[in-house]
């Protein structure tokens, strides 16, 4: 049975001055949402026009951090709304004057601790169109560039949120992809065949890679 809420974003017309507020630079938009709270853990969502709603995922931890994506139809990000706990939302790219988004809320997916050990190994993701990256996470959470020419490189850390990781990225040679971005990996059970998702951005620019084990 589906549970419907109307949920408002109101988008403030100002913006973070760069490397303030949560880290994220100045094309950002501080969101004040007058949120009807989903409550912890993962959903499938849909957002804005019945007849021809947007799919995403929500994500919610128990310390007031949340992660709200919305999705073209090839499963692209197309718009994030991020708050860190006791920080405000954040909207990426900004939004402009006063936007609402009502949400359809889906059932919950499986929502759990992710254990970084589990993985360890070897992967390829397409970054661009005929560009793609490989890169290998090491047990220390490290992410260590193969011999492709996109070389992405990070850090992968604890996080709060359900099915998460905390990510840094930094990319070079990788298409559009921001240079430095700060974001989520995210494995979710139905992202199969991909093992997970890297959702990144850097204030103003969203990175979405899905990634793949490679082949030995």
């Known amino acids: 049975m589906k549970l419907v809420r109307g949920i408002t974003l109101f988008a403030a017309a100002a913006a973070l001055s760069a490397c303030g507020g949560n880290g994220y630079k100045k094309d950002s938009t501080v969101v004040d949402p007058a949120f009807d709270e989903i409550g912890s853990g993962a959903f499938i969502?849909?957002?804005g026009d019945a007849e021809a709603p947007s799919v995403g995922k929500y994500y919610a931890a128990d310390d007031g951090a949340a992660l709200l994506v919305l999705q073209d139809a090839s499963?692209?990000?197309?718009?994030?709304?991020?708050?860190?706990?006791?920080?405000?939302?954040?909207?990426?790219p900004a939004m402009g004057g006063e936007s609402a988004v009502p949400l359809l809320i889906g059932s919950p997916v499986p929502a759990e601790s992710l254990d970084m050990a589990s993985l360890i190994g070897s992967y390829v993701t397409q970054v661009g169109t005929d560009l793609?990256?490989?890169f290998s996470i090491e047990p220390d959470g490290h992410l260590r560039a193969g011999k492709s020419a996109c070389q992405l490189t990070g850090q992968l850390e604890s996080g709060s949120l359900p099915n998460t990781l905390a990510i840094t990225l930094s990319a070079q040679d990788c298409a559009d992809m921001p240079s430095s971005s700060t974001g989520v990996l995210i494995a979710d059970q139905d992202y199969d065949p991909a093992v997970f998702r890297m959702l990144s951005d850097d204030g103003q620019v969203i990175a979405d890679l899905w990634v793949y084990a490679e082949a030995p």
Do not use: H, K, P
């Open 45 to 47: 969502v849909s957002a």
């Open 132 to 134: 793609v990256a490989t």
């Open 75 to 92: 499963e692209s990000a197309t718009q994030l709304f991020r708050r860190i706990s006791g920080g405000d939302w954040i909207a990426v």
